[in-house]
């Protein structure tokens, strides 16, 4: 039983979001209106600095990290949880376009717009964004 409860208290450091990105993402899986999706947030090789975030609505699949928040569930896979352990997901709107940026203190290097970084572990070296950032 405490094992269980010294998980939750783990993965509730996994990842937190911001109140305005909680709310968009409450707006979007209402549309959908399908109670089994939750948000999933992954990594991918590419970007221009080597790494980049994901995210989409999904459910939940084998080997997920689970971490509830409030009414809704956020899916991280085995591999990407490393990468983004401790990030913080927020929702922005600006003049250069709206969409959720990620603040990852795993990141020696990133992108302006917030979608591509390098960790320490990843070696080489940072490259120009060609986001237009």
Same mark, same amino acid.
Request: aromatic share 6%; with cysteine; charged share 20%.
């Given at each position: 039983?405490i094992?269980? @409860?010294?998980?939750?208290?783990?993965?509730?450091?996994?990842?937190?979001?911001?109140?305005?990105?909680?709310e968009?993402?409450?707006?979007? =899986?209402?549309?959908? @209106?399908?109670?089994?999706l939750?948000?999933?947030?992954?990594?991918?090789?590419?970007?221009?600095? &080597? =790494?980049?975030?994901?995210?989409? =609505?999904?459910?939940?699949?084998?080997?997920?990290?689970?971490?509830?928040?409030?009414?809704?569930?956020?899916?991280?896979?085995?591999?990407?949880?490393?990468?983004?352990?401790?990030?913080?997901?927020?929702?922005?709107?600006? =003049?250069?376009?709206?969409?959720?940026?990620?603040?990852?203190?795993?990141?020696?290097?990133?992108?302006?717009?917030?979608?591509?970084?390098?960790?320490?572990?990843?070696? &080489?070296?940072?490259?120009?964004?060609?986001?237009?950032?």
């Amino acid at each position: 039983m405490i094992e269980q @409860n010294q998980q939750a208290a783990t993965e509730t450091q996994v990842i937190n979001m911001t109140p305005t990105a909680t709310e968009k993402v409450r707006e979007l =899986l209402k549309q959908e @209106n399908d109670p089994s999706l939750g948000l999933r947030i992954f990594v991918a090789g590419g970007g221009c600095s &080597g =790494l980049q975030y994901g995210m989409t =609505l999904d459910e939940e699949q084998e080997g997920d990290t689970v971490i509830t928040l409030g009414d809704f569930s956020v899916f991280v896979d085995e591999m990407s949880i490393s990468y983004i352990t401790g990030s913080e997901v927020d929702y922005v709107d600006s =003049l250069m376009g709206a969409g959720f940026a990620v603040n990852n203190p795993n990141a020696v290097s990133s992108c302006g717009c917030g979608h591509s970084f390098k960790t320490a572990d990843g070696g &080489g070296e940072a490259r120009s964004c060609g986001c237009g950032h």
